[in-house]
């Protein structure tokens, strides 16, 4: 990249020194290869650079292949600030609050699902609710309003919504322990009571696949993952609940950024020192954002079990469809990591990054101590998405953390100026895709061509060694907002 004071460490990384921006404290590490340094922005790499100057840090802000330009912090970025003397800003985490993906693994391979890939995919779109601001879902009422924000998945299995050992297989058991519903503001609670158990807009998606590749058979068999099985990836996050936590104290934290003397390289990247009554206020509002986020996923879980079962006509125990991992791609989260040969506590920010804890890590389920955390990397509706799994690597070089998705290419007002004249439903049915959406727009905007390449994504973090493959899916159904 022949731009002052970006140097290329090694075939996967770019270092943005200290010099590229007065006020940087320490440098900027981004994850791309040639092949995708062409596409990367310039405002991104400005973002991640802004980043670098907020106090505290621990270690050097990252940057992850599929990263795009975001609210203050980029998207594909982490960003880890000591527990004691560091900052925590909303910028880091997003609008949509623990936005993030659940795999789900069926008993069930192509030929048993028969004819019914249309009657399925007809089914899920009338059964999930779905589109921007949709409700429909599962209504709480004021006095049990609490109880999700709280408990999470957790709280979703006993409505009748999962089975207990879901919560096994969900990043933090699918809930923080912080949450602090009293930090949330009345509208916030408002906007969602009706939202759990709904699959919103955007990128978001449910999708049914099946398994073409499986390139570590150890990690595989322990995922419960076999070649041409059926899965179901969910993606959605905190709906307007998480995205009215943000707006919130997007505002408190610009105040509380003057009143602190944090100098900030721009306004979106508002923060409070995290030891503040203003950065624990917010922090334990996001958490409660995130416990609504894993209820919500948890929900749609149940709801998915069901629709299969009726379109199927067979039981639960026959389509044995098991939780893989559940894992949040927008959170800031208390860990301890190992920076200068100590251990030490740090709040690690991963705005549109996923966690990779490596093998042996305490917080695995029993069931993946040998293998590492799995890593459920979304790709486009036309391509394909993968598994991969944490390592070693991954916390010594990243607090962790790998990408989350393919990223985008293309705004979203540029995709639908692209897609204008073109079937993007029929080009897709074209390639065997089962298409069903609220809107032609949603489908413009998220049309594949919007989204880079998830294999040279993939193939970043993986010559990085920061994850690896353990399996490839292409998409049979798509049901978007």
């Known amino acids: 990249m022949n731009v002052p004071n970006i140097i290329r460490l090694d075939p996967c990384r770019l270092e943005i020194l200290p010099s590229y921006k007065q006020g940087m404290n320490r440098s900027a590490i981004i994850y791309a290869d040639a092949a995708l340094e062409g596409f990367l922005e310039a405002g991104a790499l ?81 059964d999930i609710p779905a589109g921007l601001g949709a409700g429909g879902g599962i209504r709480v009422g004021k006095r049990e309003q609490e109880a999700p924000l709280i408990k999470g998945a957790a709280w979703a299995v006993e409505n009748g919504l999962g089975r207990p050992e879901d919560i096994i297989y969900a990043e933090s058991g699918g809930a923080m322990s912080g949450a602090n519903p009293h930090a949330v503001s009345a509208r916030a609670l408002e906007r969602g009571r009706g939202q759990l158990g709904t699959l919103g807009s955007g990128n978001h998606f449910l999708e049914v696949q099946e398994v073409t590749d499986i390139y570590d058979e150890a990690a595989a068999r322990a995922f419960g993952l076999f070649k041409g099985q059926i899965t179901v990836m969910l993606h ?157 690597q991954a916390m010594r070089q990243t607090f962790g953390s790998s990408c989350h998705g393919a990223g985008r290419l293309m705004s979203r007002h540029e995709a639908i100026r692209r897609a204008r004249g073109r079937d993007i439903a029929g080009e897709l049915a074209a390639k065997g895709v089962w298409v069903r959406s609220s809107g032609r727009e949603t489908l413009a905007e998220e049309m594949p061509e919007a989204y880079k390449d998830v294999d040279a994504v993939v193939r970043v973090v993986t010559e990085a060694g920061i994850a690896r493959r353990v399996a490839r899916f292409r998409p049979l159904i798509v049901i978007k907002g």
């Not at 925590?88 to 008993?107: E, F, K, Q, W």
């Not at 003397?261 to 409070?272: E, F, K, T, Y």
């Not at 101590?369 to 390592?391: E, H």
């Open 236 to 392: 959605t996050g905190s709906r307007g609940f998480g995205h009215q936590v943000c707006t919130d104290f997007i505002e408190v934290m610009r105040s509380a950024a003057r009143r602190y003397g944090i100098a900030l390289a721009d306004p979106q990247l508002a923060a409070a020192p995290f030891r503040s009554t203003e950065g624990q206020d917010y922090f334990g509002a996001m958490q409660a954002a995130a416990n609504y986020a894993w209820a919500n996923r948890q929900a749609l879980t149940g709801l998915t079990r069901d629709t299969f079962c009726k379109v199927l006509g067979m039981g639960e125990r026959a389509l044995a469809m098991n939780l893989v991992y559940d894992v949040a791609h927008n959170i800031a989260k208390l860990e301890e990591h190992e920076l200068g040969g100590k251990k030490v506590k740090v709040i690690v920010h991963r705005k549109g990054a996923t966690r990779a804890f490596g093998p042996g890590h305490p917080e695995l389920p029993p069931a993946y101590a040998a293998v590492g955390q799995p890593v459920i990397i979304p790709g486009d509706m036309g391509r394909c998405s993968y598994l991969l799994a944490g390592t070693a």
């Open 46 to 126: 400005d973002q991640a650079a802004n980043a670098a100057t907020l106090p505290g840090l621990a270690g050097n802000v990252l940057a992850m292949p599929d990263i795009h330009t975001g609210y203050g912090f980029p998207i594909g970025g982490v960003a880890a600030f000591d527990a004691q003397s560091g900052v925590i800003s909303p910028g880091g985490v997003g609008y949509d609050i623990n936005c993030g993906v659940r795999l789900l693994a069926t008993g069930l391979d192509l030929a048993g699902l028969g004819e019914n890939l249309e009657p399925l995919a007809n089914a899920l779109r009338s």
